[in-house]
């Protein structure tokens, strides 16, 4: 049956689906199961039969599905089917909203504080307001979250005030406006080094804004500077501000560990990825021992469990902490990494990613064969390997391999295809897209240089890979072409 026939079942459906972990999708099942949120049994059975097919979701006949709802004699009816997927979709949608809400606890009992006030049930918000402060203060978290409840608090309680007696004179108001303030600090600081951070990913300015200047400066006089996240964020704001002094980095390091408690996975994952980037920042300006720091901060990652998005390890993260253990030639503990961890990730990536990053591993040791092999492993339908990078250094390491094992009808059909992606692939900065140009073009000439075909140029090989500029991969074409030197004589 082709991809694209229209008896196969497609949409936004399954693409939600494809994103729920076994776990999520039995709960899922038992949700729209109750009456007071479905009562439509058709609904349940299309879950039910399509959830044969998670994770991947692939080839499910809408004919077929449709006879084991209305029965096989039942002539079939599009219009039917899509009513039924659509109210499924819905349904998990609302799904979706409520695992969120149900992760939230103060989101829910800031419901039931309104609520209470609403019906005038004083005495019960009294004791609910009491319990979540209690809840909220006992909790080691001191993240931004916090600081926004504390100011609901205090708003939540000025109106519960005002509805009781608006002639009392009490604190309340100055509580809103105090709390207020705090939270509006640690947000500008927030928003403030997260739009530094933006700025050396996408080279985009960002004006941050009404009275930064002045907040920045009042801060530093403050009590609230010795607030842990606070100082956290100014720390990360240096680093990203004045990269070069070294001290920034080592300071917001040490402000860190003594203060991953304040803050949530996410917002750990957040500053570990500053923190990695200063890393890479210096590596890239020849400081090599950085390497061995950022891996080092992957490490932690891995220990803290903070190596997931969502219920899956991230490709991404793992593909990067392979490429900075074969930097460092930790060996041994990457192959053991790869081996102990891969089925972490989604399994539609899995083993894809497991390929290219034993491969990686393989050609690092000068096993050229087996990561060929690998590579040809790997399959992918869509126009895309994970994402761009990952699609980008798959195809690199493949036309480095075959250069390596001379497959050289492969070797340049691999490079006209990463040209014709690079050409086609719009999301590609023109930095970017010149950088990855400039490396098929030297290599091009380096095949030419190995077939003893030099080209007739000012420049010779080594004085181009040298001199342009920008390039990927100049260290790789520097060291084929010393191989060919010494080879040549």
Same mark, same amino acid.
């Given at each position: ?29 038992? &949700?729209? !199961? ?61 799904f979706m909203a409520y695992q969120?809400?149900?992760?939230? %606890?103060?989101?829910?009992q800031s419901f039931l504080l ?24 006992? $909790? ?9 409840? @504390?100011?609901?608090?205090? /708003? ?12 009392? $004179? ?6 809103? !406006?105090? +709390? ?36 920045? @400066? ?16 100014? +720390? ?31 917002? @750990?994952?957040?500053? &570990? ?13 020849? /400081? ?101 990078? &990952? ?11 075959? &250069? ?5 009808? %492969? ?58 500029? %920008?390039l990927f991969q100049r260290h ?14």
């Open positions: 049956m082709k991809k694209n026939s229209p008896d196969i079942l497609k949409g936004k459906l399954l693409e939600l689906l494809k994103t729920f972990s076994n776990k999520e999708l039995k709960r899922l099942e038992s &949700y729209i !199961m109750a009456p007071f949120i479905n009562t439509n049994k058709k609904i349940i059975q299309v879950l039910q039969y399509i959830k044969a097919y998670h994770p991947s979701y692939k080839e499910i006949n809408k004919l077929k599905l449709y006879k084991k709802l209305f029965g096989a004699t039942t002539p079939y009816q599009d219009s039917r089917l899509r009513v039924l997927i659509s109210s499924l979709s819905r349904l998990v949608e609302q969120k809400y149900e992760q939230d %606890p103060y989101r829910k309104d609520s209470l006030i609403d019906r005038h049930l004083f005495k019960y918000y009294d004791q609910q307001f009491d319990s979540t402060q209690k809840e909220l203060q006992k $909790s080691s978290l001191r993240n931004i979250d916090y600081y926004y409840w @504390q100011f609901w608090l205090a /708003e939540s309680n000025h109106r519960h005030v005002v509805l009781q007696d608006n002639r009392s $004179s009490d604190d309340s108001l100055q509580k809103i !406006m105090d +709390q207020l303030d705090r939270y509006y600090v640690v947000e500008k600081l927030h928003y403030h080094w997260l739009a530094l951070n933006r700025q050396r990913v996408v080279q985009q300015e960002y004006n941050q804004g009404f009275f930064w200047a002045e907040i920045n @400066q009042l801060i530093q006089v403050s009590p609230l500077a010795d607030e842990a996240l606070i100082r956290l964020y100014r +720390q990360m704001i240096d680093v990203l501000e004045e990269p070069e002094k070294e001290e920034h980095f080592i300071g917001l390091r040490k402000v860190f560990e003594h203060n991953k408690d304040i803050l949530t996975a996410d917002e @750990q994952q957040q500053v &570990y990825a500053v923190l990695i980037n200063y890393c890479r920042w210096q590596s890239s300006r020849g /400081e090599s021992k950085y390497m061995l720091v950022a891996l080092d901060l992957y490490k932690k990652m891995f220990e803290g469990g903070l190596l997931h998005v969502g219920s899956y390890i991230s490709p991404q993260h793992f593909k990067n902490i392979v490429f900075l253990a074969l930097q460092v030639d930790d060996l041994d503990w990457v192959g053991k990494f790869l081996e102990n961890n891969w089925k972490g990730m989604h399994p539609n990536h899995a083993n894809n990613v497991y390929a290219y990053n034993k491969a990686a591993l393989y050609f690092h040791q000068e096993k050229f064969d087996e990561a060929a092999d690998l590579l040809r492993q790997i399959q992918f339908s869509d126009f895309e390997f994970i994402d761009f990078y &990952y699609h980008i250094d798959y195809k690199i390491l493949l036309i480095k391999t075959y &250069y390596n094992t001379n497959e050289e009808s %492969p070797l340049i059909a691999a490079l006209e295809a990463l040209r014709i992606y690079l050409m086609r692939h719009k999301g590609i900065a023109t930095n970017q897209r010149t950088a990855y140009l400039n490396f098929i073009k030297l290599t091009k000439r380096l095949i030419n240089e190995k077939r003893g075909k030099k080209r007739q140029s000012k420049d010779n090989l080594e004085d181009a890979i040298r001199k342009t500029e %920008p790789w074409l520097l060291d084929k072409y010393n191989e060919l030197a010494v080879s040549n004589g």
